[in-house]
Structure formats: structure tokens, C-alpha cells
């Protein structure tokens, strides 16, 4: 039981490539959310699923795109990397209680650097 | 929509002293409330969490939390800080399914403990 992994766990970008991290789950559960976390900034919305075939935008979208086509993975795609997406990637799944996101469970996290 | 406030984004504490994290949220429903810890190098884990049970919330590790309405807050606690409490803590709020089911962390709060 690996609960939620991410892949790959370091990358190195040049300004214009393109690349997929993949998040993994084996929990079964709907809600799933894409952050980055940047020094002093905390943890920051990416995008999210509240279940399969479904994707909404969070607080920072904007240079990324996700799918969700199978339950147990959600993709976040960097169509042309810049280096102001340098950070930390962290997908995250959530229980559902009474209607709402619940508990989530974090992956390891995925280091970006853009250069 | 959602927000929480961590007042203080630094905390200093000497061992064997009280913690106290502070955190205030708005919302129009009644909240589901979390902290989460963050240990250097690390993805987040659990501490603990309200969903409209008791108001006084138990965590793991010695921490603790209240919820009080009326302040709108939910303040986190530990009577005797320990060196390995060292770590960043986040206060999320968990939206209802009217505001997109998203959770919204606070900007998170770096404890420092000193010997």
C-alpha cells in the first residue's frame, strides 16, 4: 500500500521544455489537488479533481494543465517551462466527509528547477 | 470563498515552554478545520482535525486545538515544546461543495525551538 507517490521526485528543465508529473494513488478516493510550495509562500492551489474526468482551476493555473482521466492518477502538465515555475510540487488526496474534502494525504513531492 | 490567517510566520520557542500557533478563518458555513506539520525536506502529515465534534481537538505528538466560533479561530497548543517539534505548521479550512470543494491553507508558520 503506497497510499499517494509521485513521479519523477527531481527534474531539471531548460525554459521552454515541456514535461508531465504524474500522481499515483491506491486509496480510492475522489478529491485530488496539484500545490506548489514556494519559499515563504506556503502551499498554493495548483488545480484540482473532485473525481474522474473532472478538473478545476485553483489559485495559480495559470502555465499548467491537468487531466484526470483514470480514478487513481492526476496529471499536471508544464506545457513550456519558465523558471518562475521553479518549485515544489506536491500532489495530495483527500477523503470525502459529509460532501466535503476531508483528510489529505501528501505525496513526497516532486523538485522542479527551470533554468 | 475560504480563508485562513496564520498570525506570525515565525515562531521562537525555548524547550520545554508552550506553543501556541495562531489561526483564524473565514467562512459562511460551518468549517471543517486541519493542521498539518511539515518537518524539513518532508511532504505534510496530519496533526489533527475538526469536523464539528468536539470543540477541543487532540492531535498526535502532544498537540492540541480549539475551536471557538465565535472568534472564528483555531488556535493550535502544545504545554512543553520539544526540540523535535522544530517544523512548519499549516491551518487549512475545507470548503463545502457550493465553494468548489477546495481546501485553503493558511501561509504557514516556521517554529524554531531553542535548547
Known amino acids: 500500500n503506497a497510499g499517494v507517490t509521485q513521479t519523477p521526485k527531481f527534474r531539471v528543465l531548460k525554459t521552454g521544455q515541456s514535461m508531465t508529473l504524474l500522481c499515483a494513488q491506491d486509496m480510492n478516493h475522489e478529491y485530488m489537488y496539484w500545490y506548489r510550495q514556494d519559499p515563504g509562500m506556503g502551499l498554493r492551489l495548483i488545480h484540482y479533481?473532485?473525481?474522474?474526468?473532472?478538473?478545476a482551476k485553483g489559485e495559480v493555473p495559470d502555465g499548467y494543465n491537468v487531466s484526470r482521466l483514470k480514478k487513481q492518477n492526476f496529471l499536471l502538465g508544464l506545457e513550456s517551462a519558465a523558471p518562475s515555475q521553479t518549485s515544489v510540487y506536491f500532489c495530495a488526496v483527500a477523503t470525502e466527509w459529509r460532501g466535503r474534502p476531508g483528510e489529505q494525504f501528501f505525496g513526497p513531492g516532486t523538485r522542479l528547477t527551470v533554468l | 470563498a475560504q480563508s485562513v490567517t496564520q498570525l506570525g510566520s515565525h515562531v521562537s520557542v525555548s524547550e520545554g515552554t508552550p506553543v501556541l500557533l495562531r489561526c483564524n478563518y473565514s467562512?459562511?458555513?460551518?468549517?471543517?478545520l486541519f493542521w498539518y506539520v511539515q518537518y524539513p525536506n518532508q511532504g505534510l502529515q496530519l496533526l489533527l482535525k475538526y469536523t464539528s465534534a468536539a470543540t477541543l481537538v487532540k492531535g498526535i505528538n502532544g498537540f492540541e486545538a480549539e475551536f471557538k466560533k465565535s472568534e472564528t479561530s483555531f488556535h493550535l497548543t502544545k504545554p512543553s515544546a520539544h526540540m523535535s517539534d522544530a517544523a512548519e505548521y499549516f491551518c487549512?479550512?475545507?470548503?463545502?461543495?457550493?465553494?468548489?470543494?477546495?481546501?485553503?491553507f493558511g501561509g504557514g508558520t516556521r517554529v524554531l525551538v531553542k535548547p
Open positions: 479533481s473532485v473525481g474522474e474526468g473532472t478538473t
Open positions: 467562512s459562511s458555513v460551518p468549517p471543517y
Open positions: 487549512v479550512v475545507s470548503d463545502d461543495r457550493a465553494a468548489g470543494n477546495k481546501l485553503t
